[in-house]
């Protein structure tokens, strides 16, 4: 009930193309939902969050979708560019005081210019 | 966003050796930092949360005696691995989160012990 299931694991996108990660969750409890990117040798960086009240949010090129009834989120990239390979995690926090994160397995983006 | 500085980025010991691992919230006081480890290619796994003042948390299966927590100041939390060993090679990487919007992470230590 813990666990964050991403996929795919490896994904390959044309430049100018959408690549869509996607992630899913049982516990009902997870109340925060950030994604994170990280290139090689590098510490992960914050991309975008969400919380379950709301359904969508866009930053730029990057768009999480929200279905809490379905327990699931998604992360979109709009436009991609070789500059955004690189592993994406989704992760989930708990609404209790621990702020833990729970990450997903990771996803390989490649964007072939 | 909020920075947090890990030094040093990378480092490699003699079997048998300890390494400290500093982590340093700089534009910001956290109470709580996180360990955690990563191995090639795969996500990253929490080893302990780290708690200013007190004992930190560690999480089932990481040896608290070999992965040693100290977090004396709101910006300042340090992992030792004592006694490392080669099988304790991977990269180490800590966060911190300056409210409820989001961890912000170090850039993560390699460590190689040879």
């Known amino acids: 009930q813990q666990q964050v299931k991403q996929s795919p694991q490896s994904l390959i996108v044309q430049k100018g193309g959408i690549s869509i990660i996607n992630c899913a969750y049982e516990?009902?409890?997870?109340?925060?939902f950030p994604w994170y990117q990280q290139f090689p040798g590098k510490g992960p960086a914050l991309l975008i969050a969400?919380?379950?009240?709301?359904s969508e949010k866009k930053e730029g090129r990057f768009t999480i979708s929200f279905n809490k009834s379905a327990k699931q989120f998604s992360l979109h990239i709009m436009d991609s560019q070789p500059g955004d390979s690189a592993t994406y995690f989704c992760a989930a926090t708990l609404g209790d005081s621990s702020y833990k994160l729970i990450f997903g397995s990771g996803t390989r983006l490649l964007v072939r210019p | 966003g909020a920075v947090v500085s890990q030094h040093p980025s990378w480092v490699i010991c003699k079997s048998g050796t300890s390494v400290k691992i500093e982590c340093r919230s700089l534009?910001?006081?956290?109470?709580?930092m996180f360990w955690y480890r990563q191995f090639p290619k795969q996500s990253l796994m929490l080893m302990a949360t780290s708690n200013e003042g007190s004992k930190a948390t560690y999480e089932q299966g990481v040896e608290k005696d070999k992965f040693l927590i100290n977090h004396a100041s709101l910006t300042l939390s340090t992992l030792t691995v004592t006694s490392a060993h080669p099988e304790d090679s991977s990269f180490y990487i800590c966060?911190?989160?300056?409210?409820?919007?989001?961890?912000?992470f170090g850039q993560g230590t390699r460590l190689t012990v040879v």
């Open positions: 516990n009902t409890a997870f109340d925060y």
């Open positions: 534009d910001f006081q956290a109470t709580t």
């Open positions: 966060s911190a989160m300056p409210d409820r919007l989001g961890a912000f």
């Open positions: 969400i919380r379950p009240d709301v």
